[in-house]
């Protein structure tokens, strides 16, 4: 299999819903990180969070899937037109020949966080909590929500391996593809604040108190995020000038729980592996969106794995200050980041980095510039040591 092109995509973050507010907020530094308003979440740091979820329940007969993520997940797919998209493939290949691979790290973990405050004095759980724990807490509860909502009965399943679980949804539609199981495939993660991840970064000591600055001499840690994407893959008849997904790389090298290998020796075999996979080398690449996650370990890991591989000279950025880290979304988010800047014809900047770490070497670009770009590598480096990249490019 020579390539999957990206017929449809989209995406919500804090910089807003879909393509357009995405790419003008890039084009304009123009980033949606702001002071902590996350409810009951006393702590201080910066947020990328997507407003008006609050006011928008799911309803009807999809009312038991009602949760923050599931919300911002129909946010996303209510954007350029990718339902419509979703529907003529359904209607091309037929609701059991659409796959459904989706990734998040929280899954509906607010409804838990909810629940267990509203628990009675014997310590009983809410009724309604109990009844729809698949539907909301379940970390498949996004995927079965989605294949509802557009009504498809392919294969679905959900990836959850940190950061990197919305980048390996795109290998796995890619195998799923390969094997026959399916013509097509909706790829994508969503991921939404929630007390654990904040309270939980803040114990390890990793949430910034100011805004985040990757590759900054004296950045501070992260800011945490919520967004969701979704990405349709399939081969279609004509592809020149349009988006695909050349090749990707995955690895595991399991070196700590929650900190990188010092040398990045996974993040090099998933570059490595997505280069090899597309056939193409490293003076091949355009523009790498770093995984730039603004703590000193990840950056200064990330740094040494790609001087090692593509020298000093290839443009690279990290978009994490503009929408926070989103964790189990930042793979499809950054994605679709690359894939605009691809069909756009531009390279976005690091927002918020000042001083570059002497330190560093790798070709960071501080301010975002016009500049045509025909290939793209995005890397997805998770706790745990699960890692992937991703490899995008125009077909020619």
């Not at 299999?1 to 995406?11: K, N």
């Not at 800011?223 to 000038?241: H, N, R, V």
């Not at 976005?348 to 570059?356: D, K, S």
Request: glycine share 12%.
């Amino acid at each position: 299999m020579q390539h999957l092109v990206i017929t449809s995509y989209t995406t919500v973050t804090a910089l807003g819903r879909g393509q357009d507010a995405a790419v003008r907020a890039l084009q304009e530094a123009r980033g949606g990180l702001h002071p902590g308003d996350f409810a009951d979440a006393d702590l201080p740091m910066w947020i990328g969070r997507v407003p008006g979820l609050e006011q928008v329940p799911l309803e009807g007969e999809l009312t038991p899937f009602d949760c923050r993520n599931n919300r911002l997940a129909r946010a996303a797919l209510e954007c350029d037109d990718i339902k419509g998209a979703v529907a003529a493939a359904r209607e091309r290949y037929g609701a059991n020949r659409v796959g459904v691979f989706l990734g998040t790290s929280t899954s509906g973990i607010r409804a838990t966080e909810r629940a267990f405050s509203e628990r009675d004095a014997d310590g009983r759980l809410p009724g309604g909590y109990v009844a729809h724990y698949r539907q909301t807490q379940s970390p498949f509860s996004v995927a079965d929500f989605v294949t509802r909502y557009l009504d498809l009965r392919g294969p679905a399943l959900v990836v959850s391996t940190a950061c990197s679980s919305s980048a390996k949804v795109f290998a796995t539609a890619w195998r799923h593809i390969q094997a026959g199981l399916c013509d097509a495939a909706l790829v994508g993660g969503v991921d939404s604040l929630c007390l654990s991840t904040l309270y939980g970064f803040n114990a390890l000591e990793l949430i910034s108190p100011e805004p985040c600055r990757p590759w900054d001499r004296t950045r501070r840690g992260i800011s945490i995020g919520e967004g969701a994407g979704f990405a349709l893959l399939e081969s279609p008849a004509k592809a020149e000038g349009r988006v695909a997904l050349l090749g990707y790389g995955e690895s595991s090298d399991a070196y700590h729980i929650s900190t990188p290998h010092p040398q990045g020796e996974g993040a090099s075999v998933a570059m490595e592996a997505a280069l090899n996979r597309a056939g193409l080398g490293p003076r091949d690449i355009d523009y790498i969106n770093l995984h730039g996650t603004a703590t000193a370990a990840n950056d200064a890991a990330e740094d040494r794995a790609v001087v090692r591989l593509f020298g000093a000279q290839v443009p690279c950025s990290s978009t994490k200050g503009w929408t926070g880290h989103t964790l189990g979304a930042a793979g499809v988010t950054e994605a679709v980041f690359c894939a605009l800047a691809l069909e756009r014809g531009f390279i976005p900047g690091t927002l918020n980095t000042n001083e570059v770490d002497p330190e560093l070497r790798a070709g960071l670009v501080k301010a975002g510039r016009h500049e045509p770009i025909g290939t793209a590598l995005s890397n997805s480096l998770g706790f745990g040591g699960t890692n992937c990249t991703l490899l995008l490019g125009l077909v020619r």
